[in-house]
């Protein structure tokens, strides 16, 4: 079942109100609901990195970007501007896989921000993580490609953008926020829908 979590119903939608407490404040308050294992989806520009870093502020978690665990053969494909295959893809996920779980084993929540388009792609990351939730944040061509034409990235051409909205197999099963929002609302949003999970998922 989809549930859909509109950042704009989120008491802060301008981001004007101080976030949530960073480093060096008072702990961060870990919702009671709050899952072990998230992982940020959705298509490149559309905030992973930027939304799951605050997600993992909020929720107390550490917060790892699937782009740093690239091996360097997948780097240069991508520099080059050619889309990854799924056999590029298999040992990165499931480093991404092992990572999440030596976290989940030690008490230490995560906030994996991940591409993770296809279906196939997510189950390689639960693989022996039943409790893992995945936040999806989607938005239009038009507003993500004019963010990451603002954004250099390291290797991601706005080019790719494109085969990035072909690849992308929505998830029935995700929070699912809309990215016209500021970070802080979008993960105030997410932090709802996951916490809130158990009301949501109820049958009317
Ligand atoms: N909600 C937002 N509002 C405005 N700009 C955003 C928002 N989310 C991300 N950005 C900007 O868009 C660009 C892409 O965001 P990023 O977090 O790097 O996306 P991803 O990790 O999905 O590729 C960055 O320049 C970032 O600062
Ligand atoms: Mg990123």
Redesign the pocket.
């Known amino acids: 079942m989809s549930r859909s979590c509109d950042p704009r119903d989120a008491a802060d939608p301008g981001g004007a109100r101080a976030p949530a407490p960073v480093g060096g404040g008072e702990a961060p308050a870990r919702g009671a609901g709050a899952p072990l294992a998230v992982v940020v989806m959705?298509?490149?520009?559309?905030?992973?990195?930027?939304?799951?870093e605050a997600l993992a502020r909020r929720l107390g978690a550490r917060f790892v970007?699937a782009?740093d665990f690239h091996p360097p053969a997948n780097v240069e494909k991508m520099r080059a501007g050619t889309p990854l295959d799924d056999t590029d893809r298999a040992p990165w996920l499931a480093r991404l896989n092992a990572v999440m779980r030596h976290s989940v084993a030690k008490g230490e929540p995560v906030v994996l921000?991940c591409?993770a388009l296809k279906a196939r792609y997510r189950a390689a990351l639960a693989e022996r993580l039943p409790g893992l939730r995945v936040v999806h944040?989607a938005g239009s061509f038009e507003l993500?490609s004019a963010?990451?034409a603002?954004?250099q990235?390291r290797y991601?051409p706005a080019s790719l953008l494109a085969s990035q909205f072909e690849a992308l197999e929505a998830p029935q099963d995700a929070v699912t926020v809309d990215?016209?929002?500021?970070?802080e609302?979008?993960a105030e949003a997410a932090a709802r829908g996951l916490t809130g999970a158990r009301e949501a998922v109820k049958e009317p």
């Open positions: 959705g298509v490149s520009g559309c905030g992973k990195t930027s939304v799951g970007d782009d921000a591409s944040l993500i963010r990451l603002q954004r990235h991601m990215v016209d929002a500021s970070v609302a979008l």
